[in-house]
């Protein structure tokens, strides 16, 4: 959950966030170096499987974006899907970069 949510890891660790899961979920947490070490690695395979299986053999499109976030940093995003029609696209990654084109 909390990976999908792009809560930090480390926050699994906070007095408050432990005491508040472990209340209502009853059951105890693990310490976020324990989630890194034995939960993420799964979590990557089952996602690089998923769009493995949504792309099968079909051509792709790659869509690389620049961007400025609303703290002014700017973000470089890496898309990938399937060209055809009903084919959805995913985010491979959402980089920080030091620029983009539009501010060379």
């Not at 890891?9 to 906070?14: G, Q």
């Not at 472990?22 to 690695?41: A, I």
């Not at 979590?43 to 299986?53: A, T």
């Not at 079909?58 to 890496?78: L, Q, Y």
Request: aromatic share 8%; net charge positive.
């Amino acid at each position: 959950m909390m990976v999908a949510r792009d809560i930090p890891l480390i926050k699994a660790n906070h007095k408050e966030f432990r005491s508040f899961m472990e209340k209502y979920v009853q059951k105890k947490v693990p310490d976020q170096s324990t989630m890194r070490k034995h939960y993420l690695k799964e979590i990557y395979e089952n996602v690089l499987e998923e769009i493995r299986s949504h792309i099968g053999n079909s051509s792709i499109f790659v869509s690389i974006d620049e961007t400025t976030d609303k703290a002014g940093r700017f973000v470089c995003n890496v898309i990938v899907g399937p060209l055809r029609q009903g084919g959805r696209g995913f985010l491979l990654t959402s980089e920080v970069i030091q620029k983009t084109l539009h501010h060379i």
